[in-house]
Every structure is written in C-alpha cells, then in structure tokens.
C-alpha cells in the first residue's frame, strides 16, 4: 500500500517549473494581454474594460450581474470597471424601474463607434507569418473553454 502512494506521487522532474500547465497557462494569459495592450491604449480602454465592452457589444444589454457571470467577475471588481467606462462615455447605468435593486447597462453610441475601432485592430493583432491560422486559434480556444469547464465543475 506504501508502495503505491509512492507510485502516485509527482516526482520531480512534474514539479519542474517547465512542467506546469498551470504556469504555461499563466504566462500565456500575462503575454496575450501584453500584445493586446497597445491597441486597447489606442482606444482608451484597460483590458478588463475591453471584456466588459465584448460582452455588451454583443448583447446590447446586460444587467451587472449578468457581466459577472458571463465574465467570472465579481461586483466589487465590476463595479470601479463600469464607472470608468462610464465616464468615458461608453456605457450607460440605469437602474430597472420593476426592481431598482437590478442595474442593466447599454452599450452607448460612443461605445459602438469603439467596436468598429476595436475590429479593424485585433484583426490586425495577429497578421504576420508568426501567427495562428483561424482554425488553430479556435481549436485553442475550445479547448481552453472545455478545460475551464472541467476545472470549475
């Protein structure tokens, strides 16, 4: 029995820093944000702004809760986001005149001249020999969504 917990246990070479999935996928993220982040100074917007925006653009509409949910974020997180967004003028707070305890927020007309701004960008993001096909890029991603997924279950 000894033996076999023994057996199960990582050696050392899985304790390699290299080894790490976990740090792999954090470097990943660290280096991702990095090369997003000259074209989201060029709009004016911080990374966890430009989530907030994907979401809205797509949905015109969303309470804050439902941006939490949709991006793992919690309201204390959100909240300072949407302020600044605000204040830039991209997106409007009103509060639901059935439940003013739900706050929805839009997208406003400065925030969608932003998303016409933001595709010509991230379109232009990774072009270039060194780049992932767009079925590369999306088989990355649905596997990353499915690991997510397992991990959060």
Known sequence: MVRDTI???ASPRQLLLDEQLCFALYATSRAMTARYRPMLSELGVTY???L???VLWERETASVRELGDALGMDYGTLSP??????RAGFVKRT???EDE???DVSVTSTGRELERSACASVAALFDGPHGMTRAEADALRDRLTELRA???A
């Open 48 to 50: 966890p702004q430009y």
């Open 81 to 86: 986001i949407l302020k600044r967004l605000e």
């Open 101 to 103: 305890r739900v706050v």
């Open 52 to 54: 907030v925006l994907l």
């Open 7 to 9: 057996r199960r246990m």
């Open 150 to 152: 397992v991990l959060e």
């Open 95 to 97: 509060r639901r005149a």
